[in-house]
Each structure stands twice: as structure tokens, then as C-alpha cells.
């Protein structure tokens, strides 16, 4: 497959085009930025931790029956996926209490859900990805009800799995945001699954291993990102 032009740059990522109508080609970067833009820097090789971890859980979810973007991992910073119309949407998925529903609703980062949580955010760095729901969705064209339904439905495996996994990996699963596409009129899930987009802790020390240490200034950023991957790299090899 050629790569051809490029399409679209993001703050993690660089998309561009291919020979194939099916598939783009993806650049993990290491820049790294926080709070909608407003905190940035780098993250030395985030990009490989990054493409590698994603290409690693998205093969993961696929054999559990989970339908993603993943084609093909090229080297330590590029992949091929599957061509998505994306949807402008982050379902965020919460098993524990942190980050901004912490904040929301004044209870402690730490506290345990008595149940999975899931939000939808409208993907609008200008309006700082406000919360919205599926009548919005619906609404302004984004995706229709039955759309959202299917999208929580996926996020609700991903979230078994990804707990199921983490566990073995000595992991807590505190949340994370996926983001879904459509080809042919189906859903994909889509975009990465990394510790930019997830919350980690290690389960015994509570330990952050995510990008909380970044936006936090906690120091060790690259360590915690090598530590999840090889952790997680070793419970599915396990698996
Ligand atoms: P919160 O709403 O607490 O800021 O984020 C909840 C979870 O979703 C966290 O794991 C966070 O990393 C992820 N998340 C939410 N929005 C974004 C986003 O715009 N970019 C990234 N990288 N992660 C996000």
C-alpha cells in the first residue's frame, strides 16, 4: 500500500491517505497536549508506546468479536486502518470515580461505581467537547438514537474485556474514551486506545500510569507509559 497525502493533522496523530479507498495510514506523534490544547509538550516516544499499544488492544478486541478500525501495524509509529466517516462523539466509559465527573458530581477520585458509567461528549475543541446526549446526537445530525445505542452497547465489551485484562495485569481500568466511525453503514470502533485516552492505576499502589501524569505534572510520564504497555503486552500474550 502507498501512502499518499496527508489528510489531517491531530494532537496525537497524522492521517493520510492511501492507494486503497478502504484504508488510511496513521503517524502516532509524540506530541502530547492537555486541557483542550492549552497545556503542551512532549511525551519522548509516545508515539511508539501509542501505535504499538493500540495495534496490540484493537487485535485484542477483535478476536473477542469486537469490531475496530485495525488493519495492519507497519512499523513503530504507523498502522493501517480501516477508512471511517467518524463520528464527531466521545463515549467515555467509567468504572471509578475521576477526572471531571469528580468534579461534577464532588465525590473523591477513587470511589468505586456501583455500576459502569457512560457519557457522550460532542468532539469540539473550540467549545472544550461539551457533554450532550443522544437526543442531541440525534438532533443535530451527529449520529441518530439507534446509533448511540449500538456505540454504548460496544463500549459496554470493550469495557469487559479491557477490565477483564487489565486485572490480569495487575491494572484498575478507572476510564477512558473510545470514538466510533462508519463504513458501509456499519460501526467501528475507532481512533486509539493508549494511556492518553485511558485511565490507569496499578491496582496495589494506586499509582497513576497514565496521561493524569502529564496533565498533572506528576513526573515519570514515559516510564508509566512503557510499564502499562509491557504489563498489558504480557497478559495478552498470556491470554
Ligand atoms: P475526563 O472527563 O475525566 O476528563 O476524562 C475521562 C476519560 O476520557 C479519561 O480517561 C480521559 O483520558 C479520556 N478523555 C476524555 N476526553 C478526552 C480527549 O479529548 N482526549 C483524550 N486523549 N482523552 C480524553
Not at 478500525?69 to 475521576?98: G, K, S, T, Y
Not at 471531571?100 to 477513587?110: N, T
Not at 438532533?139 to 469495557?159: D, F, H, P, Q, Y
Request: hydrophobic share 40%; charged share 35%; net charge negative.
Amino acid at each position: 500500500m502507498q501512502k499518499s497525502a496527508m489528510l489531517y493533522e491531530g494532537k496525537a496523530k497524522k492521517i493520510y491517505d492511501t492507494d486503497d479507498q478502504n484504508c488510511f495510514w496513521v503517524e502516532y506523534k509524540d506530541d502530547a497536549t492537555a486541557f483542550n490544547g492549552v497545556k503542551k509538550g512532549t511525551i519522548v516516544d509516545k508515539g511508539i508506546i501509542n501505535n504499538k499499544m493500540s495495534a496490540m488492544m484493537f487485535k485484542y478486541l477483535e478476536g473477542k468479536g469486537i469490531e475496530t478500525h485495525f488493519v495492519e501495524l507497519l512499523n513503530d509509529r504507523e498502522q493501517i486502518v480501516r477508512r471511517l466517516d467518524m463520528m464527531p462523539l466521545e463515549v467515555v466509559v467509567r468504572n471509578i470515580v475521576a477526572g471531571s465527573l469528580s468534579k461534577r458530581v464532588g465525590k473523591d477520585e477513587g470511589y468505586v461505581l456501583a455500576s459502569t458509567v457512560l457519557e457522550l461528549y460532542y468532539k469540539d475543541d473550540s467549545l472544550g467537547d461539551p457533554m450532550v446526549n443522544e437526543t442531541h446526537a440525534q438532533a443535530m445530525g451527529w449520529a441518530s438514537i439507534e446509533e448511540v445505542e449500538t456505540m454504548k452497547k460496544i463500549a459496554l465489551r470493550v469495557n469487559e474485556e479491557m477490565a477483564k485484562l487489565t486485572a490480569k495485569a495487575g491494572i484498575t481500568l478507572v476510564d477512558y474514551k473510545l470514538e466510533f466511525g462508519k463504513a458501509n453503514g456499519k460501526i467501528f470502533l475507532g481512533d486509539e486506545i493508549s494511556p492518553d485516552t485511558c485511565r490507569f492505576w496499578d491496582t496495589e499502589t494506586k499509582e497513576k500510569l497514565d496521561k493524569d501524569r502529564f496533565r498533572r505534572d506528576l513526573g515519570k510520564v514515559e516510564e508509566a507509559y512503557v510499564e502499562v504497555y509491557s504489563r498489558l503486552k504480557e497478559a495478552v500474550e498470556n491470554a
